[in-house]
């Protein structure tokens, strides 16, 4: 599967896609603006961190290549794949539950910390690319 090798960039139906898992090297790139906000990107083989206007969006452990993110009020969609599990860490609003599904089949549902904070893991395969949705209830 493609990495994003200008580590983030707008797509024709207006999400973002961003991420190198293949870089043996740190690479970031900030102010990257995108409908009125400032994305900042670092990712390689260990981590891929997005960041939106300073604050906490997307993680992933090790690093993933994330195809077409978006977010709105109630759902949060993307592709991934990456060479390994991934522990996936998403900035949503405080202690609310949320379904996630990957490929269209619910993995379950979790609730999100104090902070917002929600973290799972997914078995991905580099020459996947796998589907992902998070949805407030």
Do not use: W
């Not at 991934?80 to 379950?108: C, F």
Request: net charge negative; with cysteine.
């Amino acid at each position: 599967m493609a990495v994003i090798q200008e580590l983030i960039r707008k797509e024709d139906d207006g999400t973002l896609s961003f991420g190198n898992y293949q870089l043996n090297e740190k690479s970031k790139l900030s102010d990257f603006e995108h409908d009125g906000d400032l994305y900042k990107v670092k990712t390689y083989k260990k981590i891929t961190k997005l960041e939106r206007n300073g604050m906490f969006v997307y993680e992933s452990v090790p690093g993933t290549a994330v195809f077409h993110f978006n977010q709105n009020e109630n759902e949060l969609c993307f592709d991934v794949t990456g060479e390994d599990t991934a522990q996936i860490t998403l900035e949503l609003e405080a202690e609310k539950e949320y379904e996630i599904y990957k490929n269209g089949q619910l993995l379950g549902n979790m609730k999100t910390n104090l902070g917002g904070k929600l973290i799972f893991s997914v078995e991905l395969n580099n020459d996947i690319c796998d589907s992902i949705k998070v949805v407030k209830l």
